[in-house]
């Protein structure tokens, strides 16, 4: 039987962060994964280039039970030292857009930096090895592995959430989580397309790979001005996906193709200078031209726009700035960057992510009920919670 005093099930962004840290204190650290290789999330993150961390951390941006909860670990492992980290490591990046940070080169340099920063600090890494019950037991915890029983002082469960089951996610944290009698939040999948039913999909299927730079999708208060892509299942693009964390079945999104634009001003402008011109001339002049003309056939606008009255016109510029849209579904945990939920932060202490009654037994990362906006906040998540648990466990 192996014994360590550290045992971090989970090689991704999080689990690696908590390793270094107890390391770095002289922990005997084991990690474990069935991956074959460690972080592979952050490998395929951000387009090949991870989107590290975000400089406009701030608590609304994570959503949360307890939306107070992640503010301590944020707090102390901030994006700043993150930042820092990258630095002293000679990788180059760069913001592109919303505080957003990216490495320049790839994202496979952060895994280098990570596993180099493992190996400096002495810990172990067992890949391919799948993972069993966690048990109670003298001194600290028995972990079963393909490789044996591990015991340890320590374990820091950072297996992560449900998405992309294709790269070895499993829920695997929620049901550790659950043998101790830790309760879990209801779990679904988050920063993901949404769908629509065939009678919607019949106009947006023609509309598929046009894509607005700036639109606004909201639901309620809660609104993302990104860009925003038709699909052949529906929706997508940032803002899309930033408005799924927030939208419920059976709820409409609000989706405004022109933000900030006074549209009826426009319109009856166009109609002035250029009354011969069709309505979708016009519109095109503000938005894709494959969309323009799904605006025109809803309206029912098939003439040149002398002919429009006020308040048609009117209308045409309420949908636009306002169009009502009721998705089905999203794609699911299939392509979905995120997790909504897991495990219940009122178990946790926040300042150390240890469950509050088993001591020794710590959650850190997508695991845990915390999710981020689309942007750098996940990782940010991972790196914090990962970090201060690794300063106790
Ligand atoms: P993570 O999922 O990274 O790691 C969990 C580890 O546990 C994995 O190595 C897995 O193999 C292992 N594991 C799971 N079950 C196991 C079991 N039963 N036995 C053994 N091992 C097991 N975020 C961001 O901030 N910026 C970005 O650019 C992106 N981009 C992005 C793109 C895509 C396509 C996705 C899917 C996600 C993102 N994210 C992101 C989100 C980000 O990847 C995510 O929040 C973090 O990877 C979470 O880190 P964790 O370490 O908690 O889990």
């Not at 049901?175 to 019949?202: C, D, H, N, Y």
């Not at 002035?272 to 519109?283: D, E, N, Q």
């Not at 845990?368 to 970090?387: E, H, I, K, P, R």
């Amino acid at each position: 039987m192996g014994q360590v005093d550290v045992i971090v099930l989970g090689a991704g962004a999080a689990g690696m962060f908590a390793a270094i840290e107890a390391g770095r204190r002289g922990r005997r650290v084991l990690v474990v994964d069935h991956a074959k290789a460690p972080g592979e999330k952050i490998r395929i993150s951000g387009g090949g280039r991870c989107n590290f961390t975000n400089t406009g951390i701030a608590m609304e941006r994570f959503l949360s039970r307890n939306q107070r909860f992640a503010l301590s670990a944020l707090r102390r492992y901030t994006a700043a030292d993150f930042i820092a980290r990258v630095d002293a490591a000679g990788i180059a990046w760069h913001e592109k857009t919303l505080g957003q940070l990216f490495c320049d080169g790839s994202a496979t340099q952060i895994i280098a930096m990570l596993q180099r920063d493992m190996g400096q600090a002495g810990v172990e890494l067992w890949l391919g090895t799948t993972l069993g019950e966690v048990r109670r037991a003298a001194g600290g915890f028995e972990v079963e592995t393909s490789r044996g029983v591990v015991r340890a002082a320590s374990v820091i469960v950072a297996t992560g959430g449900k998405s992309i089951p294709k790269m070895g996610a499993t829920g695997y944290g929620y049901k550790v989580a659950e043998s101790f009698g830790i309760p879990v939040t209801e779990t679904r999948p988050a920063l993901v397309p949404l769908t629509f039913a065939e009678q919607e999909l019949e106009w947006m299927r023609p509309l598929a790979g046009v894509s607005l730079a700036a639109g606004r999708v909201s639901r309620g208060k809660v609104g993302f001005d990104e860009a925003v892509l038709f699909t052949h299942r529906g929706l997508s693009g940032p803002a899309v996906l930033q408005i799924s964390s927030y939208w419920r079945e059976g709820e409409a999104i609000t989706l405004d193709l022109v933000p900030g634009r006074d549209m009826a001003a426009f319109l009856a402008e166009e109609k002035r200078v250029a009354g011969r011109a069709a309505l979708r001339t016009a519109l095109a002049k503000v938005m894709p031209e494959k969309l323009a003309r799904v605006v025109e056939a809803q309206a029912g606008a098939g003439g040149p726009l002398a002919e429009m009255g006020r308040a048609a016109l009117e209308q045409v510029a309420a949908r636009v700035r306002g169009w009502e849209l009721r998705p089905v579904g999203s794609e699911g945990y299939r392509t979905a960057e995120v997790t909504l939920g897991g495990v219940d932060t009122d178990a946790l202490d926040g300042r150390t992510m240890e469950a509050k009654g088993v001591p020794g037994l710590y959650f850190v990362g997508e695991v845990v009920d915390v999710t981020g906006w689309l942007g750098g906040y996940n990782f940010q998540w991972a790196w914090s919670s990962g970090w201060v648990a690794g300063q106790v466990a």
